[in-house]
């Protein structure tokens, strides 16, 4: 199993920009697909964006296209998530996810993912 444990969460002013990293523990690491979800309360989890385990392919919600980049640093077992022109629409608790194995099926879907970080608050003042 792989544990997840995100950071770089915060306050930010609407324009501005932030970087999340979640570290991610095990050798597994750089054989898994990981995305990027977030929730505000009341509402399902949404996929943000996603990145297939060697990084050669990107997925990302048309919301965030073009402001948001995913990527990975398999050597630091690490995944980031830059997020530019933030606006009050992005405030939510961000989550990090691992998917098993050598597994790009459905990366815009949650049941893809089976281990999730604890999430980390993004808040974005307007």
């Known amino acids: 199993q792989v544990r997840l444990v995100e950071s770089g969460g915060g306050l930010v002013q609407a324009g501005g920009s932030l970087r999340l990293s979640c570290a991610a523990s095990?050798?597994?690491?750089?054989?898994?697909?990981m995305g990027w979800f977030r929730q505000t309360p009341g509402k399902e989890r949404e996929f943000v964006a996603a990145i297939r385990w060697i990084g050669d392919s990107t997925l990302y919600a048309d919301s965030v296209k073009g402001r948001f980049t995913i990527s990975r640093d398999n050597a630091k077992n690490t995944v980031y998530l830059q997020m530019n022109s933030l606006n009050s629409e992005d405030t939510a608790v961000y989550y990090c996810?691992?998917?098993?194995?050598?597994?790009?099926?459905?990366?815009?879907?949650?049941?893809?993912?089976?281990?999730w970080g604890q999430g980390t608050q993004v808040t974005v003042s307007s």
């Open positions: 996810a691992a998917t098993p194995p050598a597994v790009w099926t459905a990366p815009k879907s949650s049941r893809e993912y089976v281990a």
């Open positions: 095990g050798r597994t690491f750089s054989s898994r697909s």
